[in-house]
């Protein structure tokens, strides 16, 4: 019984065997003419006019052939056509085709078309085992409004994946990508980037070693520290989504903004920028950086917007915001306020709520303080509301105190050289003997106006109209009198590096400043009920 079921499973396999060998030849179906010489034509059968083969589902059609039967192959020349279903064909002016390894060498003109995906080149390779073709020396692929071109690449119509290497391109309508290395995916239309590329999207330069893009929404997802360029203003983050259709792109962790135009930068966690609009919000660790001049000025608050107005004219100008917590450091003037607005058209920049600036030894806070520039160099502020100066003598705690209701003091190569005090000036100033350097006494003054002179950091000259004051000798100052009615020195407040921008220290309890409500002009109520001998209508 064992003997009798060794011999049936032998025969069964010598069948199968045999039905598999006879499955895996190629067959000739037609050919217009057939002769063979052993000696001539490399011992193959030689056919002319419409020559037709099938192997494995496969068709292939071709106007002459050398048909090697030992071997399963054929040589196919003249229009040689490759049918695999009703999904692809491969064409071309040459054919090999090896049966027992279903490889085809297609040579010259040759066009490999999968649904919607058509490939050309002038040498392929057809692997029907792995249902993949390759090319050496030059190609190019179209799907849709997508064309790709590279020295070496191959395409697996299973899967719908193209792979690409050497002098890559791929475009369409208003996208160029160049690089090295590139998968894209047919199906979904999703492009792999696997080395540095450059992409060309409407208006903005794209650089990145390591992402995705896809050509039918025209949306990216790059990594690796890619950059977004737009005219000149550019993105960098550690990973950036670019939506192409909407102009938007949006950078995560490390993210810098530079302005390459105004020199200027912002620099945060999280970055987003609107190509269209010219809108642009950094958050999370952000700082403003103003390298325009020898010195930079850095500002970091939690958030930063930039409002673009005039976009695509000459009169083009934008819109900084910065809210809470700002602080400012550069090596000639600082900073602190709640909120700030920076105008570049005017090039003026609007503290809000408790605001305080201070240039070398000299403080100045009030409700609201606009700081105007020129050339990117402090050139005039103005204090609005609660105006306080403040000098610094470094001398025994003595200070040089104004308070008014308004302020002004313009600068002259980042210095300040006159400052103005407008409506109930208040005074305490120490005069200067300029032959010894020693201070001569304290004034105390009120007036109504009052315009101060400086030189070299220092106080000068004082001019007001009408005033009043006592002027005490230094031995004789009353203690109630060396300070005016909210005075501080906020040095512990003050900005000391760019780093410190980044440590909030508020006021003191009880030292903030307090808005004073606007009184109302008072107007005439007219009565409703008709007064006596009123005519009425």
């Keep these: 019984m064992m003997l009798l079921c060794v011999l049936c499973c032998s025969i069964l396999y010598a069948a199968n065997k045999k039905e598999k060998e006879k499955d895996s030849r190629v067959y000739l179906i037609h050919a217009d003419e057939l002769f063979y010489e052993r000696w001539k034509n490399n011992n193959a059968q030689v056919l002319r006019g419409n020559v037709e083969f099938e192997h494995e589902g496969a068709r292939l059609l071709c106007d002459s052939a050398n048909f090697f039967n030992e071997t399963n192959s054929f040589e196919a020349f003249g229009h040689v056509r490759m049918y695999q279903g009703d999904?692809?064909?491969?064409?071309?002016?040459?054919?090999?085709?090896?049966?027992?390894?279903?490889?085809?060498?297609?040579?010259?003109?040759?066009?490999?078309?999968?649904?919607?995906?058509?490939?050309?080149?002038?040498?392929?390779?057809?692997?029907?085992?792995?249902?993949?073709?390759?090319?050496?020396?030059?190609?190019?692929?179209?799907?849709?409004?997508?064309?790709?071109?590279?020295?070496?690449?191959?395409?697996?119509?299973?899967?719908?994946?193209?792979?690409?290497?050497?002098?890559?391109?791929?475009?369409?309508?208003?996208?160029?990508?160049?690089?090295?290395?590139?998968?894209?995916?047919?199906?979904?239309?999703?492009?792999?980037?696997?080395?540095p590329s450059d992409i060309e999207s409407g208006g903005s330069h794209i650089y990145s070693e390591l992402g995705y893009y896809n050509t039918d929404k025209k949306q990216g997802q790059l990594l690796n520290r890619s950059t977004v360029d737009n005219g000149g203003r550019i993105l960098t983050g550690d990973s950036i989504w670019y939506d192409g259709a909407k102009e938007i792109s949006e950078a995560f962790r490390n993210v810098v903004y530079t302005d390459t135009v105004n020199r200027n930068m912002l620099t945060g966690n999280y970055g987003y920028y609107e190509e269209q609009t010219g809108y642009a919000l950094c958050t999370d660790s952000a700082v403003a950086i103003d390298y325009s001049q020898r010195d930079s000025l850095f500002m970091h608050a939690d958030t930063f917007k930039v409002f673009?107005?005039?976009?695509?004219?000459?009169?083009?100008?934008?819109?900084?915001?910065?809210?809470?917590?700002?602080?400012?450091?550069?090596?000639?003037?600082?900073?602190?306020?709640?909120?700030?607005?920076?105008?570049?058209?005017?090039?003026?920049?609007?503290?809000?709520?408790?605001?305080?600036?201070?240039?070398?030894?000299?403080?100045?806070?009030?409700?609201?303080?606009?700081?105007?520039?020129?050339?990117?160099?402090?050139?005039?502020?103005?204090?609005?509301?609660?105006?306080?100066?403040?000098?610094?003598?470094?001398?025994?705690?003595?200070?040089?105190?104004?308070s008014s209701k308004e302020m002004f003091a313009f600068f002259e190569k980042g210095n300040i050289h006159e400052g103005?005090?407008?409506?109930?000036?208040?005074?305490?100033?120490?005069?200067?003997?300029?032959?010894?350097?020693?201070?001569?006494?304290?004034?105390?003054?009120?007036?109504?106006?009052?315009?101060?002179?400086?030189?070299?950091?220092?106080?000068?000259?004082?001019?007001?109209?009408?005033?009043?004051?006592?002027?005490?000798?230094?031995?004789?100052?009353?203690?109630?009198?060396?300070?005016?009615?909210?005075?501080?020195?906020f040095d512990y407040v003050r900005p000391v590096s760019k780093e410190d921008i980044f440590v909030w220290r508020g006021k003191k309890a009880g030292t903030e400043l307090k808005v004073q409500k606007r009184k109302e002009a008072p107007l005439q109520k007219l009565s409703t009920t008709p007064s006596v001998g009123m005519n009425t209508f």
């Excluded at 700030?340 to 305080?356: A, E, F, G, R, W």
């Excluded at 009120?446 to 220092?458: A, H, P, W």
């Excluded at 203690?479 to 005016?484: A, D, E, G, Y």
């Design 308 to 402: 673009t107005y005039n976009k695509e004219t000459d009169s083009i100008y934008r819109v900084i915001h910065a809210y809470n917590k700002v602080r400012a450091y550069r090596i000639d003037m600082q900073a602190v306020c709640d909120s700030l607005v920076y105008h570049q058209k005017d090039s003026c920049m609007t503290l809000y709520k408790d605001p305080i600036v201070w240039n070398m030894n000299q403080q100045l806070l009030g409700e609201e303080i606009k700081v105007y520039m020129k050339d990117s160099v402090i050139d005039r502020a103005h204090v609005i509301n609660q105006a306080f100066s403040i000098e610094d003598l470094h001398h025994k705690n003595l200070y040089n105190q104004v």
């Design 420 to 489: 103005r005090a407008v409506d109930n000036v208040l005074v305490v100033y120490y005069p200067v003997d300029e032959s010894d350097s020693s201070f001569i006494g304290m004034v105390s003054m009120e007036t109504s106006e009052m315009r101060m002179f400086m030189e070299q950091q220092k106080l000068k000259r004082i001019w007001t109209p009408k005033s009043e004051g006592v002027v005490y000798p230094m031995t004789q100052i009353p203690p109630t009198k060396r300070f005016l009615e909210g005075f501080a020195w």
């Design 87 to 195: 999904t692809l064909s491969l064409v071309s002016d040459y054919g090999y085709y090896d049966g027992n390894d279903q490889l085809m060498q297609a040579l010259q003109n040759v066009v490999l078309k999968h649904r919607e995906t058509t490939l050309y080149t002038d040498s392929l390779y057809y692997d029907r085992i792995w249902n993949m073709g390759y090319f050496q020396e030059g190609g190019k692929m179209v799907d849709k409004t997508t064309t790709l071109v590279s020295d070496w690449g191959e395409y697996h119509t299973d899967t719908k994946m193209a792979i690409f290497y050497y002098d890559v391109t791929m475009s369409d309508n208003n996208f160029l990508l160049t690089t090295d290395s590139l998968y894209y995916n047919t199906d979904i239309k999703l492009a792999h980037i696997i080395g």
